[in-house]
């Protein structure tokens, strides 16, 4: 099992299957992109299989979630995933996408094997879309949407980042739109994760914040803390359920108690938290012929070695302002 010293299990993988992407969203990347990974740098499409078949077998690990940069970029994603839900015990898999090009991959995404989609939407309105994200995709995201609900991958959840004077007067439209078609919205904290070290505290639409926005249409009401486990969301019933709202407040009310995660870089890098500024190179012992239980316990090690959390109650943590933003970028590390 992936233990730490802290006494918190880690039973959730996520693998970034590639650091590039075709949106540029400004809270994640500069309108350039960054120096990519080379080839040879990524693990291939057999080496990922094995990680994650090391990790559902001898690891303890439940769940899968392919993420990115764009995970849709990745030429072998649909056998990567066919390969994964073969896997035994067969792990819960998801999908962490911007949604361009979802259109076209959701029903054979699904007949691979996977299980449901996170969709990133920050806003309803084209104009903004393009704003935040530097491409005119809007439609093929609002496509990509459709077609995974109608493929079954459900309940169809989105992920949005609200920025100050952009769209954060959204937020109540939003939710109204995902309540209309059955989708699970979350709002997520922008965290300093950007390459370009832009992050600024006092510019941040805080969770309490965004509750206001929503409590000016909508009465809010928190699901039993039972229910929030290790999720990072905080769940509120809105206008007394069933339909629901989450806030994934990682700055204001950080989650690293409850912290399930443990995270696969598409060079093969274990990383035992967002934040963590150290990383182990599977990949390195894996092309130097490292047998399984040698990979488990290069991994088990990793784990063991993660911090408390970057939490508010941390000196160095991500509210602090000794904060030391990992070299990473979210986009490279998988978010
Ligand atoms: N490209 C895919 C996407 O956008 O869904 C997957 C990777 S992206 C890094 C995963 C999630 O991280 C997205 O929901 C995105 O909005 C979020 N994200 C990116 N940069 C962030 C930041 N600085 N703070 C908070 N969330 C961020
Ligand atoms: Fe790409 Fe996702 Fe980053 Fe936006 S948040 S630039 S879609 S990796």
Redesign the pocket.
């Known amino acids: 099992m992936l233990l730490d010293r802290f006494g918190r299990q880690a039973v959730d993988l996520r693998v970034s299957l590639t650091d590039r992407?075709n949106?540029r969203?400004t809270?994640?990347m500069p309108e350039q992109g960054l120096a990519w990974l080379g080839k040879p740098e990524l693990l291939t499409d057999e080496e990922i299989v094995r990680l994650v078949g090391l990790a559902v077998r001898d690891l303890g690990v439940r769940e899968v979630r392919f993420?990115?940069?764009?995970?849709l970029l990745r030429p072998g994603l649909v056998g990567i995933v066919a390969a994964c839900a073969a896997l035994a015990p067969r792990p819960e898999l998801s999908l962490?996408?911007?949604g361009v090009g979802l259109a076209k991959v959701a029903g054979a995404l699904r007949e691979a094997g996977l299980d449901r989609v996170?969709?990133?939407l920050?806003t309803l309105d084209a104009e903004t879309f393009h704003t935040l994200t530097r491409r005119h995709r809007h439609q093929d995201v609002l496509a990509g949407l459709a077609a995974a609900e109608a493929a079954g991958l459900i309940p169809v959840k989105l992920?949005t980042?609200l920025m100050r004077g952009v769209n954060d007067r959204e937020a109540p439209d939003l939710l109204a739109w995902c309540l209309e078609r059955g989708y699970q919205l979350r709002f997520?904290?922008?965290?300093?994760?950007?390459a370009q070290h832009g992050?600024d505290r006092s510019q941040m639409v805080t969770a309490e914040e965004i509750l206001d926005r929503l409590a000016t249409r909508f009465a809010l009401t928190p699901e039993p803390t039972a229910v929030r486990g290790a999720a990072p969301a905080e769940r509120w019933l809105v206008d007394g359920g069933p339909g629901t709202v989450g806030v994934i407040a990682?700055v204001t009310r950080p989650f690293c108690r409850a912290c399930d995660r443990t995270r696969l870089t598409a060079d093969g890098q274990v990383r035992n938290c967002l934040f963590a500024t150290g990383e182990t190179d599977l990949r390195g012992a894996l092309r130097a012929g490292a047998s399984d239980a040698e990979l488990g316990e290069l991994w088990r090690a990793a784990m063991w070695g993660k911090k408390a959390g970057a939490g508010v109650d941390n000196p160095e943590g991500i509210d602090a302002p000794q904060f030391h933003q990992p070299e990473r970028p979210?986009?490279a590390i998988?978010?």
């Open positions: 992407c949106l969203c809270y994640c993420t990115g940069g764009e995970p962490t996408t911007n996170n969709v990133s920050d992920n980042v997520i904290e922008q965290m300093p994760l950007d992050w990682s979210m986009s998988g978010g």
